[in-house]
């Protein structure tokens, strides 16, 4: 997650330190989430099968051999990125309007950038993502987070003394009443989760208190202003976390023989989506899911992908998006139907 080369589940792997937060800040952001102090509730546990998805593999032509698509509204649009991010081989984001027509692909980049992911958007006309001025071979590339709204860029950064160097600040989700989420890392490489709003300018962050977390990531946000995303506990295990506004209450997700659980983007419905990591090390295997408080967990793979799929994005009809590596070691973008 530090590197904008990098795939999006390895950034996100690499980004994580832990979860500080049962509630929002709201002392700068009207409507911020917050919660009462209290214990976390308890995930339900489900049987990983689930739902059948119909799956569709979606790549922009412009390059065929890495495509991630990271976001989907309830309209069917998506966003996503190309290029692996290698020296020569720069991420560049892009917009799907009809994901069955090939030819609807429009370029998203931040003006002036060297690379750009476009990583959510909402019903409206607002993308949120991060970009880097720079490609370089060593991948230690800056990142600074951005809002699109309908072709008019504005440069998103948490204002902190202690950035890291390069600094690294990314959004990642966004809700219809335009409260994005995302996160930045310090000086000492740990991470925090933040939510902005976009209309007032205002940040808060997202800051549990967990006793001994360093770090988190803030991934997404839904309509109900309910935030998902991951951290790293005291004893340096990875586990997702999904805050609930309305009855608040703090969910801890692990799925049941995960290594690492890491939830990416959450529907209105309170669907969330991610992967989790069975394993360590070159026996390690990557599975979406999604989750729900009624059903618990369900295995998500991609058929041309299985062990090396990731969820990134879920809308209100419980269609997801992500990608997986292939056969060939290609990464490719999917989206499947329920």
Known sequence: MKRLAQSHAQRLRRSVGALAATALASGTLAGALALAAGPAQASPVAALSGPAYTFKTLNNSRDLTFNQLLGINDHGKIVGYFGSGAAGHPNKGYNLYSPFHQGNYQNVNFPGSKQTQVTGLNNGHVVVGFYSTQNRADLADNNFGFV????????VNFPTSHPASP???????????GLAVGFYVDSAGNSHGYLYN???????????????????????INDADSVTGFFTNAKGAVL?????????????????????????????????????TVGSGNSAVTHGFTWTRQHGFHKVDDPHGAGATTVNGVNT??????????????????????
Do not use: C
């Open 148 to 155: 699109d709204i309908s072709g008019h860029f504005r440069k």
């Open 198 to 220: 976009i209309s007032t300018h205002h940040y808060a962050s997202v800051n549990p208190g967990t006793v001994g977390a360093t770090s988190i990531t803030a991934a997404g």
């Open 317 to 338: 009809a419980g269609d997801l998006v992500g990608f997986y590596t292939d056969s060939a070691g290609n990464t490719d973008g999917f989206l499947a139907k329920p």
């Open 167 to 177: 600094p690294v600040d990314q959004l990642l989700g966004v809700n219809d009443s």
């Open 240 to 276: 997702g976390f999904f805050v609930r506004k309305s009855a608040p209450h703090l969910f801890i997700l692990k799925v049941p023989g995960s290594s690492a659980t890491q939830p990416l983007g959450v529907s209105t419905h309170g669907e969330v989506v991610g992967f989790y």
